[in-house]
């Protein structure tokens, strides 16, 4: 199981950034996924997470109506498009596998890639 | 949503030690409780999932316990690469939430 994120860096404060996380070493498709984040210093925040078998997505209301998760299951890939950034949004986002269709425990995780909103 | 509180937030121990910290919610889980182990710089790792089972791979000396709202993780005999942020996450309902961490330091 790979899992590599990419898409992070600096964006102003209004600005929009995609991320994607491309996986890897298994039938992406039936598994749900999250992306959770860890801003300098601090704890994880799970930011949105998508289910395998029916498309279902979920927000924290921190970030709902500013972020969409989506997969494209024939390429492997998830993503995050982030809007209307601010500053608190600043973190490392992690690409986070879940055990199975549904979001519960995450077994695989990416390495992360960093967003940082400055202007 | 489901808030978590772990405690305690910073801990320090010897190699060999048995350590305990614990993981309480604000509303009633079931079994539906996870524990992740972060080192500096890395992506967390899963070591416990549904309260108590072991995820493969992971030293039988971590074990989890508890079910509703308390929870418990302990580590029976501490090694060198023990030394880690520990974290609870619940996966009972969205959104879903982490503690807030529980930073293991050798003493």
């Known amino acids: 199981v790979q899992l590599v994120e990419s898409g992070g860096g600096l964006v102003q404060p209004g600005g929009s950034l995609r991320l994607s996380c491309a996986a890897s070493g298994f039938t992406f498709s039936t598994y749900g996924f999250s992306w959770v984040r860890q801003a300098p210093g601090k704890g994880l925040e799970w930011v949105s997470g998508?289910?395998?078998?029916?498309?279902?997505?979920y927000y924290p209301d921190s970030v709902k109506g500013r972020f969409t998760i989506s997969r494209d299951n024939a390429k492997n890939t998830l993503f995050l498009q982030m809007s209307s950034l601010r500053a608190d949004d600043t973190a490392v986002y992690f690409c986070?596998?879940?055990?199975?269709?549904?979001?519960?425990?995450?077994?695989?995780w990416g390495q992360g890639t960093l967003v940082t909103v400055s202007s | 949503d489901f808030q978590m509180t772990q405690s305690p937030s910073s801990l320090s121990a010897s190699v060999g030690d048995r350590v305990s910290i614990t993981c309480r919610t604000s509303?009633?889980?079931?079994?539906?409780l996870n524990w992740y182990q972060q080192k500096p710089g890395k992506a967390p790792k899963v070591l416990i999932y549904?309260?108590?089972t072991l995820q493969t791979g992971v030293p039988s000396r971590f074990s989890g316990s508890g079910s509703g709202t308390e929870f418990t993780l302990t580590i029976s005999g501490l090694q060198p690469e023990d030394f880690a942020t520990y974290y609870c996450q619940q996966s009972s309902s969205t959104p879903l939430t982490f503690g807030q961490g529980t930073r293991l330091e050798i003493k």
């Open positions: 509303q009633n889980i079931r079994g539906y």
């Open positions: 986070a596998k879940s055990n199975g269709p549904n979001l519960r425990y995450f077994d695989s």
């Open positions: 549904g309260a108590s």
């Open positions: 998508i289910s395998g078998s029916v498309i279902n997505t």
